[in-house]
């Protein structure tokens, strides 16, 4: 039965919302084809329907993945921007998370299509760091200094934190360490260390 135009535009939408998380989970090569229509609820033989290839999703996954973060980040102040990023919650939860801790070492090695919408994201959330930089800075030069310094640090830490075992010390410890200094920086208050420990990290089954 021929599916209706709106039809296809939710299998679509379903498809980049599904190929988002698990990119980010698994990495672009962690996923096949086959595993994401399989995740999406969709056949197979449907997703040359929708993309010419693998290569053209990934960039407009990465895409909708930058943008739903950034649209999560209005309204919050720094202080909630850097706990809330370098937080336990976040590094546990790397298919809901930033897609650039958690894609930019796949990036490198992607076709242009995808660096450029890598770099196109960088550039907001970079703008976005300034903004709040801007109150520690002396001049705009000195805020975009700081604000690449603090997201490289950001990134970094979130990346280091997430290569260690699950449950790790160090884990945790990089990310204090690196809150501590950042909120140092931009001359705000760091909160206390949690105490609790931390939960293991959820992962995606993968689908053989």
């Known amino acids: 039965m021929k599916i209706t135009k709106a039809q296809s535009q939710e299998n679509r939408a379903r498809i980049v919302e599904t190929a988002s998380a698990l990119f980010r989970e698994r990495g672009y ?41 950034m649209h999560d980040y209005q309204g919050v102040d720094m202080q909630g921007f850097v706990n809330g990023y370098l937080s336990r919650e976040h590094r546990d939860s790397r298919g809901d998370g930033c897609t650039m801790a958690a894609l930019s070492g796949d990036a490198a090695r992607q076709p242009a299509a995808v660096q450029a919408v890598f770099e196109s994201g960088i550039a907001m959330m970079l703008a976005a760091v300034e903004r709040g930089a801007m109150e520690a800075a002396t001049t705009p030069a000195a805020a975009r200094a700081q604000a690449i310094g603090l997201f490289a640090q950001m990134v970094g830490a979130m990346v280091l934190s997430r290569a260690c075992p699950d449950d790790s010390p160090l884990s945790d410890e990089i990310l204090d360490t690196c809150r501590a200094q950042i909120l140092g920086a931009l001359g705000l208050r760091s909160p206390a260390a949690e105490r609790t420990v931390p939960k293991r990290r959820r992962r995606v089954p993968v689908v053989d």
């Open 29 to 69: 090569d962690g996923v096949s084809v086959a595993d994401l229509m399989l995740a999406a609820g969709l056949t197979h033989g449907g997703f040359y329907k929708h993309f010419g290839s693998k290569a053209e999703l990934m960039a407009e996954a990465t895409a909708h993945g930058l943008q739903a973060k």
